[in-house]
């Protein structure tokens, strides 16, 4: 009998876990087991796996204090239905390598499930930018603002790292996705089985090559700790930019994702990206927690990255996902203060390195000159209590410098600074554009990419589930 603490704390949690989370999953590589077997002729194997897809589509029973988890709960089951069928079963095969494999069929499902939110916000950034070409902003860094671009180009930027996530995704399903089935305890066995079978019929990419690494490491699972940590984090700051916007009146959020307050009316909360940026916080907390599970103990079978892993890597994914889909909403539909943000970048100094451009072109003295020139102006300009904006050629004049005053508007234009970006990858509506393109083809192939996969994975659960 279980002590209750034991049981309480450990084994009841687990099993919980295991019948939300890891049921199908362990039919699954069972079933694909039993089919193994019945190919290399073990007797009463092909019944075995009849009855896993019979036992499959019944209640699985409640935990029982006398059964250790569900594994050992299943065998009870098949043992009481068909005793030779549930011998057959355990034939080269230990909760080691079959824990393992649940492990990694749950995590490319979770990893599969976060890539398509990160496609569907991909998406919205895209259709976004796209909306936003001419949208002028003025960009910051250091805190202090910078230089006129657009809502696109940031966008964009924003969409191209995903981009890369999405690659970092897809990179670490290569090494998820690798069946540790037929390694048993760790040794492997002296049963003739056929492990590459076994991995085709789970539609992984084919089994661990050394049975000792299939059930002891946990390299896996910290990439997709690593993959989560750079993406949320990115996430993050673009989070932090638009409350800053937010807060500024220069975006605002639909109606459903705001709240009001109790006490001010005027008051319209962007909750829905606060939530979106504890979400992201909490889910790299998370992958904290699957680094230290794996940091420090022996490379072997043991729980600390096995079973006690399994609920911070599920937490992980949720915090992560349903990031993704707040931030999703937030972006869909956002009312774009296009003209505060144009006053902004007319009113301020933005446009300063364009003229500096200007007067390296037209002076012949190189643009250390022109900066130099450009600066003096401006402290000329602050010290009489006036903008920018209100420079004159007479000003210019005063330092030395002849520009007529079209060429000297043209330079201040935050619009006209941004056209003239044409640079590739710059923010000019015209090299935007074909930007956008190649990013919205680049998210199709990434989203054909995501749909084969899955559905390969999908047609392996039909086939095992006897569903075809």
């Known amino acids: 009998m279980w002590h209750d603490t034991y049981l309480r704390t450990v084994l009841q949690p687990d099993y919980a876990y295991a019948l939300a989370h890891l049921l199908p999953h362990l039919f699954d590589a069972l079933t694909a087991h039993a089919l193994m077997l019945e190919a290399q002729q073990v007797p009463h194997a092909g019944e075995a796996a009849a009855l896993l897809r019979t036992l499959r589509r019944r209640p699985f029973p409640p935990h029982d204090p006398q059964v250790e988890d569900v594994f050992f709960a299943l065998d009870r089951r098949l043992a009481g239905e068909n005793g030779q069928a549930a011998g057959a079963l355990r034939t080269a095969l230990s909760r080691n390598d079959l824990d393992m494999a649940l492990y990694r069929l749950s995590a490319r499902e979770e990893l599969l499930e976060a890539a398509r939110h990160l496609l569907r916000l991909r998406r919205t950034l895209l259709d976004l930018a796209a909306r936003e070409v001419n949208a002028v902003i003025v960009a910051y860094t250091h805190h202090q603002p910078a230089q006129p671009t657009t809502l696109a180009h940031y966008l964009g930027a924003l969409e191209n790292v995903l981009s890369r996530d999405t690659g970092r995704m897809f990179g670490a399903l290569a090494h998820v996705n690798l069946s540790p089935l037929g390694a048993v305890a760790l040794a492997g066995t002296s049963f003739p089985i056929d492990r590459e079978l076994t991995a085709r019929l789970l539609a992984f990419d084919r089994p661990v090559e050394n049975t000792y690494d299939a059930v002891s490491t946990s390299d896996w699972q910290v990439e997709l700790a690593g993959v989560v940590t750079v993406a949320a984090t990115t996430l993050s700051r673009a989070v932090h930019d638009l409350l800053l916007w937010a807060s500024r009146g220069l975006l605002t959020l639909e109606d459903g994702l705001v709240q009001g307050s109790s006490v001010m009316p005027q008051k319209r909360n962007p909750v829905a990206l606060e939530h979106a940026r504890t979400r992201f916080s909490r889910a790299i907390g998370m992958t904290q927690t699957i680094v230290f599970s794996a940091h420090n103990v022996p490379f072997g079978d043991i729980n600390d990255p096995g079973t006690d892993m399994q609920p911070p890597l599920h937490q992980m994914w949720q915090e992560?996902?349903?990031?993704?889909?707040?931030?999703?909403?937030?972006?869909?539909?956002?009312?774009?203060?296009?003209?505060?943000?144009?006053?902004?970048?007319?009113?301020?100094?933005?446009?300063?390195?364009?003229?500096?451009?200007?007067?390296?072109?037209?002076?012949?003295?190189?643009?250390?000159?022109?900066?130099?020139?450009?600066?003096?102006?401006?402290?000329?300009?602050?010290?009489?209590?006036?903008?920018?904006?209100?420079?004159?050629?007479?000003?210019?004049?005063a330092l030395?410098?002849?520009?007529?005053?079209?060429?000297?508007?043209?330079?201040?234009?935050?619009?006209?600074?941004?056209?003239?970006?044409?640079?590739?990858?710059?923010?000019?509506?015209?090299?935007?554009?074909?930007?956008?393109?190649?990013?919205?083809?680049?998210?199709?192939?990434?989203?054909?990419?995501h749909g084969a996969v899955t559905g390969r994975f999908a047609a392996a659960r039909t086939f095992l589930a006897g569903e075809e």
């Open 320 to 397: 992560f996902r349903e990031g993704l889909e707040l931030l999703t909403a937030a972006l869909t539909n956002p009312q774009v203060n296009r003209a505060a943000w144009r006053r902004e970048a007319g009113a301020g100094e933005a446009a300063l390195t364009e003229l500096a451009d200007v007067l390296a072109r037209q002076g012949g003295g190189g643009f250390r000159e022109a900066h130099a020139t450009a600066k003096a102006l401006l402290a000329r300009l602050q010290a009489a209590g006036r903008t920018l904006g209100s420079a004159t050629p007479e000003d210019l004049a």
């Open 400 to 449: 030395g410098v002849t520009l007529p005053a079209g060429d000297l508007a043209a330079a201040l234009d935050p619009a006209a600074f941004i056209a003239r970006r044409t640079t590739y990858g710059g923010p000019a509506p015209t090299v935007m554009g074909k930007a956008l393109t190649a990013a919205r083809e680049r998210l199709e192939q990434d989203t054909r990419r």
